[in-house]
């Protein structure tokens, strides 16, 4: 279960079905489950930082970005 917009649930459940889904339980959060057997790690990792960036306070954010170079 990943986090994400509604737009982007949307539009990972219509281009990569076999991958994505939503169950009507989660239809009103802002969730998408996916299959861990088809699932791209890498798209993985850039949902959990991107996330996190989000939640994260700004101080931690600012000390991974010189750690990480970004």
Do not use: C
């Not at 960036?53 to 931690?60: F, I, P, T």
């Amino acid at each position: 279960m990943f986090k994400v917009s509604f737009d982007e649930r949307d539009l990972l459940v219509e281009t990569d079905p076999e991958t994505f889904f939503f169950t009507p339980h989660y239809k009103a959060h802002q969730l998408v489950l996916a299959r861990p057997d088809r699932i791209d790690k890498d798209w993985i990792r850039a949902n959990l930082i991107r996330v996190w960036r989000q939640l994260a306070m700004k101080k931690a954010v600012a000390a991974w970005d010189a750690e990480h170079g970004q």
